[in-house]
């Protein structure tokens, strides 16, 4: 893999990450790190910071889509 492969998220993809995992958390009664916990788990890394740029977009796809009423087994 090269450099580019192995990059995570610029500040702004970051901050809009966050800003996301902010609101989905307020929006469904959760508190952001299990919000941030459930992305980081989705895309296999330990911390947010850590996610890949060439996730971005699949990352922001799922924190829409994170409905935690209907997660079931």
């Known amino acids: 893999m090269t450099a580019a492969n192995n990059a995570t998220l610029c ?4 901050s809009s990450v966050r800003s996301l995992a902010t609101y989905v958390a307020h ?24 996610l890949p740029h060439a996730d971005f977009r699949k990352v922001i796809a799922f924190l829409i889509d994170l409905k935690i009423g209907e997660i079931r087994d």
């Not at 500040?11 to 970051?14: A, D, H, M, Q």
């Not at 959760?30 to 911390?47: G, P, T």
């Open 11 to 14: 500040p702004y993809e970051l």
């Open 27 to 50: 929006n469904q009664n959760l508190n952001e790190a299990s919000v941030e916990a459930m992305a980081c788990a989705r895309f296999n890394v330990a911390r947010i910071v850590e």
